[in-house]
């Protein structure tokens, strides 16, 4: 699931909001809200994490050795950074 990170309360949150919004647009999208935050972050998230790392592997791998498979970890951070970059490409 989602975790805060440090810095992201509900008062950060609803400043944040304020700030990058107009209040006729929020009045429109009353309830929606948080549903169109909530697909700006997980698309910033999505985007931060596709990068395609530039470090090769030289060691060969056995034909023996089974790897674990690469499971997304259980708890995802939600930073400032990336509300802040969610709210500034639009919600």
């Not at 609803?14 to 009045?27: P, S, V």
């Not at 498979?69 to 969610?86: H, K, R, S, Y």
């Amino acid at each position: 699931g989602y975790v805060a990170g440090d810095g992201v309360t509900v008062e950060y949150l609803a400043d944040l909001i304020e700030a990058n919004t107009d209040e006729d647009w929020r009045i429109e999208r009353n309830g929606r809200i948080s549903e169109l935050l909530y697909n700006a972050v997980r698309a910033e998230m999505k985007r931060r994490n596709s990068g395609v790392s530039d470090i090769v592997s030289v060691i060969p791998m056995k034909q023996s050795v089974q790897q674990a498979p690469n499971l997304p970890p259980d708890e995802i951070t939600v930073t400032v950074e990336d509300l802040q970059n969610a709210t500034a490409n639009g919600l």
